[in-house]
């Protein structure tokens, strides 16, 4: 006989898997955590030669989901990925240091104490994952979690589970404790159920307005998150810029993973004296876009630019490149590219992630790493001479008023002063002391 489970069983044998995934997690993890920085990226490192041998089977899994050209995935997705795993087998320990804080700098009142910042793990690190780049999005996440010291739960995008199990199993075959990465059911409802249960930070990729619905969520138990999230990206085209190189990037960044990337062109704002001329060239590229917008200058490109929600990235296409960087200094994007679309962003060494609309906080780079932590401060005091803990004196508001001035005032003659008056209390707090006893 076949047992057939109504919606409550279905949901109710989730959430008991979702409860062990993480209970397996938080054990795995706490061990990890023990490991050294270095340990863990010589670990990440052993996983470039697995994704590499593995290249073309895990292009061909993602390739499957929305039935993309392999060859696509293979430079879209598994090359960043593998490029992402050499800089982060050469970077975390350096990255993840315990940094250390002698005199050099310190205020004087806090003299015989030493300083030391350890970033430490968060714990448990879940990653929601958009279905456009099923490998290599999550893939970078969890290679950085992983080299942080935290576990991974990881829910999949809708008919994605087969590629990112794939590669979890590299992780596992290059030494990385299997419980550390726990690959949950693809049901939305799956990540809400993660977050109730409890877990230390999210990675999430998606909508707008999906991401606005889940951090509700996640602010009823104050968990944080990086939110990465819609783009609508706008291309500037100057009038002193290549306008073939224009019209060539924008009909590859629209065609790039059949349209669907994040940073691909939303609209284009060109320069009038030479629109005629970028019509042309991208009727050459045989490209329709919904939105162009003739400006008289970069004034009137930034006011345009200033109205936009989202602010994940742009792309600038000007001949002048001290120009073009001046001009994106005023762009409110976590990104920009200059005469180029979309590809540098796949640098490795390069944070990643919007603001406004398109969410905060950000993945990759060295800044990402540190995203997948917490600084631990830790202040050493070496010496008896602790005044703040004698009692309270009548002197203490004059004395701490001169100190102040002696220490940040302006001019000679004022500190000055302060000195003799810092002498002057000095002695009648002794003065005081002596009649005391």
Same mark, same amino acid.
């Given at each position: 006989m076949i047992a057939i489970l109504n919606e409550e069983q279905i949901r109710h044998?989730?959430?008991?898997e979702i409860r062990c995934? *993480? @209970?397996?997690?938080?054990?795995?993890?706490?061990?990890?955590?023990?490991?050294?920085?270095?340990?863990?990226?010589?670990? *990440?490192?052993?996983?470039?030669?697995?994704?590499?041998?593995?290249?073309?089977?895990?292009?061909?899994?993602?390739?499957?989901?929305h039935e993309r050209p392999i060859a696509e995935k293979i430079v879209s997705e598994v090359l960043p990925l593998l490029d992402a795993c050499k800089f982060l087998a050469r970077v975390a320990q350096r990255v993840l240091r315990t940094k250390r804080f002698g005199a050099a700098g310190r205020p004087f009142w806090l003299y015989g104490s030493s300083f030391e910042v350890q970033r430490k793990p968060l714990g448990i690190v879940l990653i929601v994952s958009a279905g456009n780049y099923p490998l290599f999005l999550p893939g970078v996440q969890m290679l950085q979690a992983l080299a942080a010291g935290n576990a991974v739960l990881l829910k999949p995008a809708e008919g994605t589970s087969a590629v990112v199990a794939r590669f979890a199993a590299l992780i596992a075959g290059?030494?990385?404790?299997?419980?550390?990465?726990?690959?949950?059911?693809?049901?939305?409802?799956?990540?809400?159920?993660?977050?109730?249960?409890?877990?230390?930070?999210?990675?999430?990729?998606?909508?707008?307005?999906?991401?606005?619905?889940?951090?509700?969520?996640?602010?009823? +138990?104050?968990?944080? +998150?990086?939110?990465?999230?819609? @783009?609508?990206?706008?291309?500037?085209?100057?009038?002193?810029?290549?306008?073939?190189?224009?019209?060539?990037?924008?009909?590859?960044?629209?065609?790039?993973?059949g349209g669907d990337t994040c940073m691909a062109p939303q +609209?284009?704002?060109?320069?009038?004296?030479?629109?005629a001329r970028f019509a042309e060239a991208l009727q050459r590229e045989k490209i329709s876009l919904r939105a162009i917008v003739r400006v008289r200058d970069d004034s009137e490109a930034l006011e345009i630019a200033a109205m936009d929600d989202h602010g994940l990235g742009a792309a600038i296409f000007s001949r002048d490149e001290i120009s073009a960087r001046e001009f994106a200094q005023?762009?409110?994007?976590?990104?920009?590219?200059?005469?180029? *679309? *979309?590809?540098?962003?796949?640098?490795?060494?390069?944070?990643?992630g919007g603001v406004r609309a398109?969410?905060?906080?950000?993945?990759? @780079?060295?800044?990402?790493?540190?995203?997948?932590?917490?600084?631990?401060?830790?202040?050493?005091?070496?010496?008896?001479?602790?005044?703040?803990?004698?009692?309270?004196?009548?002197?203490?508001?004059?004395?701490?008023?001169?100190?102040?001035?002696?220490?940040?005032?302006?001019?000679?003659?004022?500190?000055?002063?302060?000195?003799?008056?810092?002498?002057?209390? @000095?002695?009648?707090?002794?003065? +005081?002391?002596q009649q005391a006893s």
């Open positions: 044998a989730e959430t008991e995934a *993480i @209970g397996a997690a938080h054990l795995a993890q706490n061990a990890w955590a023990t490991r050294p920085a270095a340990e863990r990226a010589r670990a *990440i490192a052993r996983i470039r030669p697995l994704l590499a041998a593995e290249a073309t089977e895990l292009a061909r899994l993602a390739a499957a989901v290059a030494g990385v404790p299997a419980d550390l990465v726990q690959i949950l059911p693809e049901s939305p409802q799956t990540a809400h159920e993660a977050a109730r249960l409890g877990v230390d930070k999210v990675i999430f990729t998606g909508s707008s307005e999906n991401g606005r619905d889940f951090l509700a969520r996640l602010a009823r +138990s104050n968990t944080p +998150s990086v939110m990465e999230l819609s @783009g609508a990206d706008t291309v500037y085209v100057r009038a002193d810029a290549d306008l073939a190189l224009a019209a060539s990037a924008i009909r590859f960044g629209s065609h790039l993973n +609209s284009v704002v060109v320069h009038r004296e030479v629109a005023h762009l409110t994007t976590g990104f920009v590219t200059i005469n180029d *679309i *979309i590809v540098p962003t796949a640098d490795p060494r390069l944070p990643f398109s969410g905060f906080g950000v993945t990759r @780079g060295e800044e990402g790493l540190l995203e997948m932590t917490y600084p631990q401060a830790i202040a050493t005091r070496r010496t008896r001479f602790l005044p703040h803990l004698q009692a309270p004196s009548a002197y203490d508001a004059g004395f701490f008023a001169a100190f102040v001035e002696l220490v940040h005032g302006r001019g000679f003659s004022r500190r000055f002063r302060a000195l003799r008056a810092l002498l002057r209390i @000095g002695r009648a707090r002794m003065r +005081s002391s």
